[in-house]
């Protein structure tokens, strides 16, 4: 709830000429096209594990221009395993082109996890700690009304462990589409507190009798990092960056480690 | 090293008057040898003419009014800051002539035989007659050693045509050669490649520390109270310090002591009131001007509880007094309070504002001394509240300044005049913190203060040993240091380019008044001018500065909230070094003044931040920065008519600045993102007839340097843009035309009007401010490219009074 209030307020501010511009109808958009400059592609790595699945997928592509039809291009024939903080391998085996599956595992909380990637020379490494789980006291919703519209949204609410750094990513599944990331919270604001997450995505509107899944994942703080930049990436920042990755050599995306809890419930009137 | 805080205090003060008895003495023995050698030279007797200049109707003060003593040599002075002079000539008759812009020459003959106080009042010109028969005080340009300075007439000011129709300053200095506009509608302005934060802005000797309203769409100036500007943008005197890029030196008006007068105006966005007169005719007067938007008024309208209980108004007050004690002491009490509220419905309330208190003393020690003593409050904070069900807190941060100035200007001999003083200044920031109820689902985050002193002392002289020579050398030292009581951490260590609060980085508790961190700054500045011939000078400036407090920010708009920091253990005061070269033309007997200066600016101890850096309230946030150096470069061209039916300006300024951090773009050189290859505004202004005036405006700038993507990829299944190289694009070019016009109604008399309308942006040009990359809705492999304007076309209308 905090979080969501200054995330609302830093929201406001930074878009403030924007509301402006909304408010006295001035501004205005329209479509361009640009010069762009042509770079080499760059790696992109995404590995989970995660404490619920027996299988754990890593996906390698590259980046494409931005004037390409394609979402991005896979990566084939890429070595991938996993080791972990008791010295234990776990090989991965490309079932489609650029995803790569491991053998069956189950991620343990409290354990390091290294991934380590070779592909057409280039050596890639990360590391993700799994934080231990955090049970939440009730689940329910909330509703709001910003800027003359009408919201619900999914709320929790827990004890957030004291004296310990704690960081949250939540999905949210509607009615059985793909799961869509929501947000990511801190413990910064309130370390120790009886805590509300709302989870607000202003492009995602719930209905009553929408039935949700919410998906609770524990992360690590570069997850946390990666996801935050992410969520508050603007264009009026003086320096729009890539998410900070925790992978070696340059590659983007990143490699987490996450305990998970999920619960589900129907969007009430 | 640490020091009692009463120590320390007691080491300030021996420092001080060290300096002031060191430039003091030398002093002193200079002018006596001086006058005796010039005396005995001439086989005369050497005299010194002193006293004011003012204006005859009002009795504010005239500084930078010219002298000329015509004699068997000619003699030139101009007043100072506070309308003062002082010239030292052989005994004789001489022809004075006494100008200054936007008044009527007085000539007066003289026979002077012994020391003499001789003040002038000057009448003003009408309107009409100020464009019509402009002074020689052209003539400044070539005479004065200063270069890259600006000086901005406040009757020019209100011709200029603005944004919302709201007469300007910060606005209007962006069309001045060598400054840059901060971003459409912003009142934020970069010097010669600097960032926003190294200009120096001073009301009245209080520094300003955030100089906009609502986001930058107004300058906290309300020009009815200014009386006016300079804009030092290179070879700064020794007497101004404390920034890299320029100084904006903003003296307000004192208030009318011979009548009673108001002024103000009603406009669409804005009204404002000044009221000036006397409080002991001729001794004493006051000025006090007020202005408020009203905005807010128009949510009242809205049928939605959310909006109509929202926020969003500013308002300022300027207030003066002063008293003449006597022939050789006047005091001056200004201050400023200015506040922004911004609310949306019942969930946060957010406010900000800058107040300034400055007391003055000017004091003539002796005919030819002059002493200036300022006693300086400034303070800027921010709050929001956040009122809900079960949170309640408050963000709040502040920074306070107390300071004390004095200074000397000794008039020395003949064409000799020996500024020195010093600055003394107790800071205390506040950062953001967060301060939350007991009960309250969030924490108290408290931040510690940040204690810091700067003692500044200075000494130049201004030197004009012949008539085609001139010379103002100088240096300035600069003290800075930090202050217990607080835990400072060393993040030295750090060396990921990612921001992630440290794990347990090297602590060190200080008490109360230990010291922290010592950094002492030397500042040499010198100017030279070589006079061509009547029409034409030469002029070059070399000056280093220093900037021992920073604005941390990383959006383009200028927020309230953007923090500023000490230096501190961590980090390194900024240093400047400028060198430039300027040649200088007045054509046309005086009625055009041209200039060309080019410049070289290497910048040391500059700040940027990693990837995702947390700047807000963060027990940390000195780990989040990544320093580097700077360099800017540019010529700028100047051509100015100052009399005639048309008057007005052209500027165009070519110009690099580039950065280079370890952490960025692979440690190579990258563009600023205010580095704008061309940048040109021409300003028009033309009387038709009477009673009408006619104004232009047009400006023309490359894009800023952004970082845009230049590939692409997708993360379970969300689309993210690849980007490379830091500010690698261009913006779109910017370009915009503004036109206003002016009825002034034939003045009855005790009360005159008149009406302004404008119209900003009037070809309706659709300037980029974001650029925007967004997923095709239909073809979500698609990406398409946004450009968002922010303003088209916007009319104003202003009626203005005066009685």
């Known amino acids: 709830m905090v979080q969501n209030m200054v995330e609302r307020m830093t929201l406001l501010l930074r878009g403030w000429p924007l509301f402006l511009v909304g408010f006295l109808l001035m501004g205005c958009e329209?479509?361009?096209?640009?010069?762009?400059?042509?770079?080499?592609?760059?790696?992109?790595?995404?590995?989970?594990?995660?404490?619920?699945?027996?299988?754990?997928?890593?996906?390698?592509?590259?980046?494409v221009p931005l004037s390409s039809s394609n979402a991005m291009a896979p990566v084939s024939g890429a070595t991938v395993r996993v080791l972990d903080g008791l010295g234990r391998f776990y090989e991965y085996n490309e079932v489609e082109p650029g995803l790569y599956r491991s053998r069956l595992f189950r991620g343990q909380t409290g354990m390091e996890y290294k991934l380590e990637i070779a592909v057409e020379g280039t050596d890639f490494q990360a590391t993700s700690n799994m934080p231990e789980i955090v049970l939440i006291d009730s689940l329910g919703t909330s509703s709001g009304n910003f800027m003359g519209e009408e919201n619900k949204f999914v709320t929790l609410k827990f004890y957030d462990p004291p004296n310990k750094s704690n960081y949250y990513r939540y999905t949210l599944r509607v009615n059985e589409g793909a799961p869509r990331f929501m947000s990511v919270f801190d413990d910064k604001y309130n370390d120790g507190k009886f805590v509300t997450h709302e989870l607000i995505n202003f492009d995602m509107k719930l209905q009553p009798n929408d039935y949700v899944r919410v998906q609770r994942q524990h992360i690590d703080q570069a997850t946390f990092l990666y996801w935050r930049s992410v969520s508050s990436s603007n264009p009026t920042a003086s320096a729009p960056a890539n998410p900070p990755s925790n992978i070696s050599n340059g590659a983007l995306g990143y490699f987490s480690a996450y305990s998970l809890l999920e619960y589900e419930m129907t969007i009430p009137q | 090293m640490q020091l009692p805080l009463k120590k320390s205090i007691f080491y300030y003060w021996s420092f001080f008057f060290a300096c002031t008895l060191l430039f003091c003495g030398p002093a002193r023995a200079a002018v006596a040898a001086e006058r005796k050698e010039v005396a005995a030279a001439a086989g005369t007797a050497e005299v010194v003419i002193s006293g004011f200049v003012r204006d005859a109707s009002s009795?504010?003060?005239?500084?930078?009014?010219?002298?000329?003593?015509?004699?068997?040599?000619?003699?030139?002075?101009?007043?100072?800051?506070?309308?003062?002079?002082?010239?030292?000539?052989?005994?004789?008759?001489?022809?004075?002539?006494?100008?200054?812009?936007?008044?009527?020459?007085?000539?007066?003959?003289?026979?002077?035989?012994?020391?003499?106080?001789?003040?002038?009042?000057?009448?003003?010109?009408?309107?009409?007659?100020?464009?019509?028969?402009?002074?020689?005080?052209?003539?400044?340009?070539?005479?004065?050693?200063?270069?890259?300075?600006?000086?901005?007439?406040?009757?020019?000011?209100?011709?200029?045509?603005?944004?919302?129709?709201?007469?300007?300053?910060?606005?209007?200095?962006?069309?001045?050669?060598?400054?840059?506009?901060?971003?459409?509608?912003?009142?934020?302005?970069?010097?010669?490649?600097?960032?926003?934060?190294?200009?120096?802005?001073?009301?009245?000797?209080?520094?300003?520390?955030?100089?906009?309203?609502?986001?930058?769409?107004?300058?906290?100036?309300?020009?009815?109270?200014?009386?006016?500007?300079?804009?030092?943008?290179?070879?700064?005197?020794?007497?101004?310090?404390?920034?890299?890029?320029?100084?904006?030196?903003?003296?307000?008006?004192?208030?009318?002591?011979?009548?009673?007068?108001?002024?103000?105006?009603?406009g669409l966005i804005a009204s404002r009131l000044k009221l000036e007169g006397p409080l002991i005719r001729d001794r004493s007067s006051f000025m006090l001007s007020g202005r408020r938007t009203y905005a807010d008024l128009f949510l009242k309208l809205s049928g939605d509880p959310d909006i109509n209980q929202s926020q969003l108004y500013f308002y300022d007050l300027n207030l003066k007094a002063n008293y003449q004690i006597d022939a050789r002491n006047s005091v001056f009490l200004s201050g400023y309070f200015g506040e922004d509220r911004l609310g949306y419905s019942d969930l946060f309330k957010f406010g900000w504002g800058n107040a300034t208190a400055s007391l003055r003393w000017n004091h003539i020690l002796h005919n030819r001394l002059f002493?200036?003593?300022?006693?300086?409050?400034?303070?800027?904070?921010?709050?929001?509240?956040?009122?809900?069900?079960?949170?309640?807190?408050?963000?709040?941060?502040?920074?306070?300044?107390?300071?004390?100035?004095?200074?000397?200007?000794?008039?020395?001999?003949?064409?000799?005049?020996?500024?020195?003083?010093?600055?003394?200044?107790?800071?205390?920031?506040?950062?953001?913190?967060?301060?939350?109820?007991?009960?309250?689902?969030?924490?108290?985050?408290?931040?510690?203060?940040?204690?810091?002193?700067?003692?500044?002392?200075?000494?130049?002289?201004?030197?004009?040993?012949?008539?085609?020579?001139?010379?103002?050398?100088?240096?300035?030292?600069?003290?800075?240091?930090?202050?217990?009581?607080?835990?400072?951490?060393?993040?030295?260590?750090?060396?990921?380019?990612?921001?992630?609060?440290?794990?347990?980085?090297?602590?060190?508790?200080?008490?109360?008044?230990?010291?922290?961190?010592?950094?002492?700054?030397?500042?040499?500045?010198?100017?030279?001018?070589?006079?061509?011939?009547?029409?034409?000078?030469?002029?070059?400036?070399?000056?280093?500065?220093?900037?021992?407090?920073?604005?941390l920010s990383n959006t383009t708009s200028s927020l309230p909230t953007d923090a500023w920091v000490m230096s501190s253990?961590?980090?390194?005061?900024?240093?400047?070094?400028?060198?430039?070269?300027?040649?200088?033309?007045?054509?046309?007997?005086?009625?055009?003044?041209?200039?060309?200066?080019?410049?070289?600016?290497?910048?040391?101890?500059?700040?940027?931040?990693?990837?995702?850096?947390?700047?807000q309230a963060n027990t940390h946030l000195e780990s989040e920065l990544v320093y580097g150096t700077g360099r800017a470069y540019g010529l700028e061209w100047y051509l100015k008519k100052n009399s005639g039916r048309w008057n007005g300006w052209i500027s165009y300024t070519l110009s690099k600045s580039?950065?280079?951090?370890?952490?960025?773009?692979?440690?190579?050189?990258?563009?600023?993102?205010?580095?704008?290859?061309?940048?040109?505004?021409?300003?028009?202004?033309?009387?038709?007839?009477?009673?009408?005036?006619?104004?232009?405006?047009?400006?023309?700038?490359?894009?800023?340097?952004?970082?845009?993507?230049?590939?692409?990829?997708?993360?379970?299944?969300?689309?993210?843009?690849?980007?490379?190289?830091?500010n690698g694009y261009r913006m779109p070019e910017y370009h915009r035309l503004d036109l206003a016009a002016t009825y002034e109604r034939p003045a009855g008399k005790y009360f005159s009007s008149s009406w302004s309308i404008g119209i900003f942006n009037a070809y309706n040009r659709k300037n980029a401010y974001i650029i925007d990359f967004r997923q095709n809705e239909q073809l979500p492999r698609q990406t398409d490219i946004y450009r968002i304007a922010l303003f088209g076309a916007i009319p104003s209308v202003t009626w203005n009074f005066k009685f």
């Open chain 2, 59 to 266: 009795g504010e003060s005239l500084s930078s009014a010219n002298l000329v003593f015509r004699g068997a040599r000619n003699y030139n002075i101009a007043t100072n800051a506070y309308g003062y002079y002082s010239i030292s000539v052989p005994d004789g008759n001489y022809q004075i002539e006494v100008s200054h812009v936007g008044y009527r020459t007085q000539e007066t003959t003289f026979t002077v035989l012994r020391d003499t106080i001789a003040s002038f009042a000057l009448q003003s010109l009408g309107q009409l007659d100020e464009v019509l028969i402009r002074t020689d005080r052209t003539e400044d340009q070539l005479r004065s050693p200063l270069m890259g300075l600006s000086r901005v007439a406040i009757s020019e000011l209100k011709q200029v045509p603005v944004l919302f129709g709201e007469a300007d300053l910060l606005k209007t200095i962006q069309l001045l050669p060598g400054v840059m506009s901060g971003g459409e509608g912003s009142s934020q302005f970069f010097v010669r490649g600097g960032m926003g934060d190294q200009n120096l802005i001073l009301l009245d000797g209080a520094t300003v520390f955030n100089a906009s309203h609502l986001f930058g769409f107004f300058s906290t100036f309300n020009s009815d109270a200014i009386k006016d500007v300079d804009l030092h943008k290179g070879g700064m005197p020794a007497q101004y310090g404390g920034r890299l890029a320029s100084v904006l030196d903003i003296r307000m008006i004192e208030g009318n002591n011979k009548q009673f007068h108001g002024e103000g105006g009603l």
């Open chain 2, 371 to 551: 002493s200036n003593s300022t006693f300086v409050y400034s303070d800027y904070d921010y709050q929001v509240d956040i009122i809900n069900e079960n949170v309640d807190f408050v963000i709040a941060s502040s920074i306070r300044n107390i300071n004390f100035k004095q200074d000397f200007h000794h008039y020395t001999g003949p064409g000799s005049t020996l500024r020195f003083g010093a600055d003394l200044r107790f800071q205390v920031i506040q950062p953001t913190q967060i301060e939350a109820e007991e009960n309250s689902e969030i924490n108290s985050l408290p931040i510690e203060k940040r204690r810091g002193s700067e003692l500044a002392a200075y000494v130049s002289h201004e030197w004009n040993p012949t008539s085609f020579f001139s010379m103002n050398y100088g240096l300035r030292l600069t003290n800075f240091l930090l202050f217990g009581p607080g835990t400072f951490y060393d993040y030295s260590a750090l060396e990921s380019s990612v921001a992630a609060s440290p794990v347990d980085p090297p602590a060190q508790y200080y008490g109360k008044g230990a010291l922290v961190q010592y950094y002492l700054a030397l500042e040499p500045r010198i100017s030279l001018n070589l006079r061509l011939g009547p029409n034409s000078s030469i002029k070059s400036a070399y000056n280093r500065n220093s900037q021992m407090i920073h604005q």
């Open chain 2, 658 to 726: 580039e950065r280079r951090f370890e952490q960025i773009n692979q440690g190579s050189w990258f563009n600023a993102r205010q580095d704008r290859t061309h940048d040109l505004s021409a300003v028009l202004i033309y009387e038709l007839g009477r009673n009408w005036t006619l104004s232009g405006t047009f400006v023309y700038a490359t894009g800023n340097a952004v970082s845009l993507p230049s590939g692409k990829y997708e993360v379970q299944g969300e689309t993210f843009y690849y980007y490379t190289e830091r």
């Open chain 2, 569 to 615: 253990n961590n980090i390194k005061p900024q240093i400047a070094d400028q060198l430039s070269l300027g040649y200088y033309r007045n054509l046309g007997n005086n009625r055009y003044e041209a200039s060309v200066e080019a410049y070289y600016k290497d910048m040391k101890h500059q700040i940027d931040y990693r990837d995702a850096a947390d700047l």
């Open chain 1, 30 to 63: 329209d479509l361009i096209t640009l010069d762009v400059q042509e770079v080499s592609p760059q790696f992109v790595i995404v590995g989970e594990i995660n404490n619920r699945e027996s299988r754990h997928e890593v996906t390698i592509h590259r980046t």
